[in-house]
C-alpha cells in the first residue's frame, strides 16, 4: 500500500545528468566526443600494457639464460 | 619364477623444473593497474570539465580571478624535468645504485617545489576570492589541480621514502621501478591537465 503511494505521489526528476543538455549543439557534441574518449581510453590502456608484457614476455624467452 | 636375474628398475627421469622469471616484478604489476586506474578517475574529470565549459557562453566566467597561465607554465616545466631527472636516477641504478642519488635528489627536490609553488598558487587565488563555490570553473580547477597535486604529494613521499632507502643502501630495483613508474605518471599527467584546466 506504502508502495503504491510512493508510486502516485512522486513526480518526475532528471535522474540522468545528460537530460539537460541535449537543446545545445556544443553541449551534444561535447558528450559525443567525452563518450568516444572514454569508451576508447581503457581499451587502449589495457591493449597497450598488454602489448607490452607480451613483448617483455617475448624478450626474457628469447634472452640467453644465465649459467 | 626366479632366473637368477634381477628385475631392471624402473625410473622416471624428471627434466629439471625450468626456473620461470615472472614477466614483471609484483610491485611494477600492481602499479601499473593502479596507474590504469587513475587515469580513468582523471578521464572522467576531464571529460566532465570539457561538458560543463559547453553549457556556458565565457569560458571562464566573467569576474573572476583569472588563472596564472604563465607560473604555472614554469611549475610546468619544473615538474617535467623532475621527471626527466628520474628517468636518468633508473638509468644511473641500473649501473650502481651510488650514482643515482643525486638525479634522484633533483628530482626529489623539483618535485617538492612543484607541490610548494602550487600551494602557493592556491593561497593567491584564495586570497583573490576564487572559492571553491564560485563558480562550476573553479569547483573543477580545485578538484582536478587539486586531486593531482595530492598525487604528486604522494609521489614525493615516495620519492623521498626511496632516496632515504637508497642512501641505507636498501632500495631494491623493483621497487624503485615501482616508484619511478608512478612519479612518471603524475608527471606526464599534468601537461595535459595545465592544457585542459589553464589554457
Known sequence: MSGSALFWLSTAAWACAVCGGQDDEDTRQAFIDTTIFLSLLPLGLIGGGGLWLWRRAHELEHAPHAP | ?199
Not at chain 2, 557562453?57 to 617535467?80: C, D, I, K, M, S
Not at chain 2, 642519488?101 to 623539483?110: F, T
Not at chain 2, 623521498?160 to 632500495?171: I, K, N, Y
Open chain 2, 1 to 199: 619364477m626366479d632366473y637368477g636375474m634381477s628385475e631392471p628398475e624402473l625410473r622416471i627421469v624428471h627434466p629439471p623444473p625450468r626456473e620461470r622469471k615472472p614477466i614483471v616484478p609484483n610491485a611494477v604489476l600492481g602499479t601499473m593497474i593502479f596507474i590504469l586506474t587513475e587515469c580513468m578517475l582523471f578521464a572522467g574529470f576531464v571529460s566532465a570539465y570539457a561538458i560543463a565549459r559547453t553549457n556556458v557562453p565565457v569560458w571562464p566566467p566573467a569576474g573572476q580571478p583569472r588563472l596564472p597561465v604563465e607560473a604555472t607554465g614554469f611549475n610546468t616545466v619544473v615538474l617535467l624535468i623532475s621527471g626527466a631527472l628520474m628517468w636518468y636516477a633508473g638509468k644511473k641504478f641500473a649501473e650502481s645504485p651510488d650514482k643515482a642519488r643525486m638525479p634522484m635528489l633533483g628530482a626529489m627536490a623539483l618535485g617538492l617545489f612543484f607541490v610548494a609553488f602550487q600551494g602557493m598558487e592556491w593561497v593567491q587565488l584564495l586570497s583573490a576570492g576564487l572559492g571553491l563555490r564560485t563558480s562550476s570553473h573553479s569547483a573543477f580547477f580545485y578538484l582536478i589541480v587539486g586531486m593531482h597535486g595530492l598525487h604528486v604529494l604522494c609521489g614525493a613521499g615516495v620519492v623521498v621514502r626511496q632516496f632515504l632507502q637508497l642512501r641505507a643502501g636498501t632500495l631494491d630495483a623493483e621497487s624503485f621501478w615501482a616508484g619511478r613508474l608512478f612519479w612518471y605518471f603524475v608527471v606526464l599527467l599534468w601537461p595535459v591537465l595545465y592544457w585542459q584546466v589553464y589554457l
